[in-house]
């Protein structure tokens, strides 16, 4: 088993690759074996996604498909909200979080992420202002 938290800088809402992370977390600790890496964001306004790395029209259009489903709390359509102390930005990007997930799995294969041609793993920041958050990688072999 190895464990490792790597910090990720956000400039604001959007999909931040971390697959050069895991790989190379992967590849210095699984020994050539198979195994399963569990990748676990410590925030609850934003979350990790596998998602198309090929094509950035992807992440345009899923930042846009997630800003129309869950809008800030100033849009009129979210007058219901009662959590609304931090900011317009908070309590939607808690429901965002709540919608994908805070952590994933990956099967590790031959010593590396059995991850698919056109797969990435991402940070999904779901807040307006820059953050700085923490992702836990646990590899067991």
Known sequence: MAQLRIDVTTRGPGLYEVTR?????VRANA??????????VR???????????????????LQAFFKRLVPDGD?????????TTEGPDDMPAHIK???T??????PVTSGQLALG???????FE??????TRQIILHLSA
């Open 21 to 25: 992370e895991a790989t190379a977390f």
């Open 31 to 40: 020994g050539g074996g198979e195994g399963l890496l569990t990748c676990f």
């Open 43 to 61: 925030h609850t306004s934003a979350s990790l996604v596998i998602q198309e790395n090929a094509d950035p029209d992807v992440q345009r259009d």
């Open 75 to 83: 849009d009129p359509s979210m007058s219901w909200l009662l959590h």
């Open 97 to 99: 979080s709540a919608l």
């Open 101 to 106: 997930a805070v952590s994933v799995s990956i």
């Open 117 to 123: 041609t056109w797969q990435g793993l991402y940070l």
């Open 126 to 131: 779901h807040r307006h202002a820059p953050h």
